[in-house]
């Protein structure tokens, strides 16, 4: 063989030995990003079933959402009520306090 096809031939070999390499370290990459990915996604379903697990057992939930519309509405009817009533700022206060 000459000289010009044996350098060629170690040019192939390697080249080929680089892209095992990477390939393998590629891999190798992948294998662990997945395993970092399944881990965490077993954090998140048990979070996630701790939360349903929190939520599911309250029954007050529907009643405090039901006292706080009550107190938003009546709140809305005295700024409605008040909004109405001129105030007369130039009269004194009558229990006793200052402005």
């Known amino acids: 063989m000459a000289p010009e096809e044996i350098t060629a031939w170690w040019v192939a070999i390697i ?3 680089v892209v095992v ?6 891999l190798s990459l ?6 970092i990915i399944d881990r965490r996604v077993v954090e998140i379903r048990d979070t996630l ?3 349903t697990d929190n939520t599911g057992s309250t029954a007050l939930i529907p009643q405090t959402g ?3 519309d009550r107190v938003l509405a009546e709140g809305l009817a005295h700024h ?3 909004g109405r009533v001129p105030l007369d700022r130039s ?3 009558m229990n ?3 402005r």
Do not use: E, N, Q, Y
């Open 91 to 93: 009269a004194p206060a």
């Open 21 to 26: 390499l990477a390939v393998a370290a590629l």
């Open 96 to 98: 006793g306090g200052g």
């Open 66 to 68: 039901d006292a706080v």
């Open 49 to 51: 079933s701790t939360v």
């Open 80 to 82: 409605l009520f008040l």
């Open 30 to 35: 992948l294998v662990w990003f997945v395993k």
């Open 15 to 17: 080249a080929g030995f």
